[in-house]
Structures are given as C-alpha cells and as structure tokens.
C-alpha cells in the first residue's frame, strides 16, 4: 500500500506481523471475520466444517496482528499470534 505521506517515525516504528489460526469446529461461517479485516486477509474458502459451514481461510501474509477477528467472532473461533521477526 503506498501513502500520500508517511509519518515523521515511520523508521522508527516495527510493523507487528501476525499468523492467524481457525479452530474449524467452532466456525459457523458467518463472514464477520472476512467482512471487517482491515487488510482484507481473509476470504471464504470452498471446504466445509464438520457442520457444513463454509471457512475462513487466510488469502495472504499480511495480517498485522490487529485481533479484530478475534473481537468479531461470536464463536470464538479465530485467533492470532505474533509471528516471528
């Protein structure tokens, strides 16, 4: 993503990246995961849960470890860590 401008301690700052873990059995594919991710790091997948409920599943490395998956999700399905620098 390129900004019109760039922050004075933009050099300064580390970039958290993060890895993004479904627990399958818990997802009831409801999308809010999909739908809210800021970095539009998540799209539905075409394999199905043990319920029939379509999954998550991560489209790209971006993810900046922002947890608001794990905010929106109603079935505390979804988690991310840290990954290492």
Known sequence: MKYWRVPLDSDEILVEKGIIHIIENRCKGCG????YCPQH?????????????????????????????????????????????
């Open 32 to 35: 809010y995961c999909i739908e």
């Open 41 to 85: 790091v998540l799209v539905f997948s075409d394999t199905f849960n043990a319920k029939g409920y379509h999954l998550p599943t991560v489209n790209t490395d971006d993810c900046l470890n922002c947890h608001y998956c794990e905010f929106l999700c109603p079935e505390f399905a979804i988690f991310s860590i840290a990954a290492e620098p």
